[in-house]
């Protein structure tokens, strides 16, 4: 199979036809019209093989994966999805695997209302990018910067189920489905993000781990914030992991949680509660900001957690 076969075949007609793309997959560019009173959000986001996601991960969840983290990104803006565009490296053309990630792909790309757009296929290691394309009226976005003193810090969904079923695989144990599928088959909060436009002061998505991600709308809006531990919404097998071990770490420091972190005024905690409702999603206020820098963690007992935990970073030194 040619690689223009291959995309004919796979990716030629992935997401509802769109009249603001003018011109999709097929020539050598797209052709993209920005609605009026429009902006566009951008996002690229690339999933390694072995970094990312284990080479034997099921390519359907792969193809809902590779394309669910870059709508996170979205959503954290406030951005409603438009298009996408796909790189994807294979080192070899295996069809029954190609039916299986376009079927994912395009399976979240529906129900999101995301045409794709355009890329690029080519030989070598298995590697997926995924740009997204999304619309958010001027000025609308929420950004990392407009957190205040006093605001309260909310999560949606629950915290660690993704890092724990990492922890239960690299640990050679049985893995529980529904924490597998938090890992591989993530669920992007882009209906309780558009929600947010105009009462959320600040917002980011969890991918690299709470302390990690809150530390940087901490950091771009001047501000600090203390969190109260016994808030932190956890499914069961994270909580029993919490209180049996003392291990704060999955909550606050695992990846691939992609739920949404967000700040907003005490006032607005009942318009908060529900937006969420609205969008069939479960936020919980974990903490509040302060005119001091820092992230500071209270546990149950009322003492501080002494930790240096940080989010996963590709180049740190460990």
Do not use: N
């Amino acid at each position: 199979m040619s690689e223009f076969d291959l995309i004919r075949r796979y990716f030629a007609d992935i997401g509802p036809v769109r009249p603001d793309a003018a011109l999709g997959v097929g020539d050598d560019c797209a052709l993209l019209e920005i609605p009026p009173g429009q902006a566009l959000a951008v996002s690229i986001d690339t999933l390694v093989s072995g970094v990312h996601f284990f080479p034997d991960c099921d390519p359907e969840r792969l193809g809902h994966k590779s394309l669910a983290v870059g709508l996170s990104d979205l959503a954290a803006m406030g951005a409603e999805p438009a298009w996408s565009t796909l790189a994807l490296t294979l080192p070899a053309v295996d069809e029954d695997w190609l039916r299986s990630f376009s079927r994912g792909f395009a399976r979240l790309s529906a129900a999101h209302g995301v045409r794709l757009v355009g890329g690029d296929t080519t030989r070598g290691p298995l590697s997926v990018s995924v740009q997204v394309h999304g619309l958010v009226p001027p000025g609308g976005a929420i950004r990392r910067s407009g957190a205040r003193p006093g605001d309260r810090v909310f999560v949606s969904g629950t915290l660690g189920d993704a890092g724990l079923a990492l922890r239960q695989i690299l640990d050679g144990a049985d893995v529980d489905e529904a924490l597998r599928g938090r890992l591989e088959c993530p669920e992007p909060r882009v209906r309780l993000g558009r929600g947010l436009r105009g009462l959320a002061t600040a917002m980011i998505d969890l991918s690299d781990g709470l302390a990690a991600d809150l530390g940087h709308v901490l950091q771009a809006s001047g501000v600090g914030a203390e969190l109260e531990l016994a808030r932190l919404p956890l499914s069961p097998m994270v909580a029993d992991v919490v209180q049996r071990a003392g291990d704060w770490s999955l909550p606050l420091s695992s990846g691939d949680d992609y739920e949404l972190c967000f700040c907003a005024a005490e006032a607005d905690a009942a318009r908060v509660e529900a937006i969420a409702q609205a969008a069939g999603c479960q936020v919980t206020a974990i903490g509040t900001l302060s005119k001091v820098s820092g992230l500071r963690c209270r546990l149950p007992s009322g003492d501080l957690l002494e930790t240096g935990m940080t989010g996963y970073d590709h180049f740190s030194a460990g």
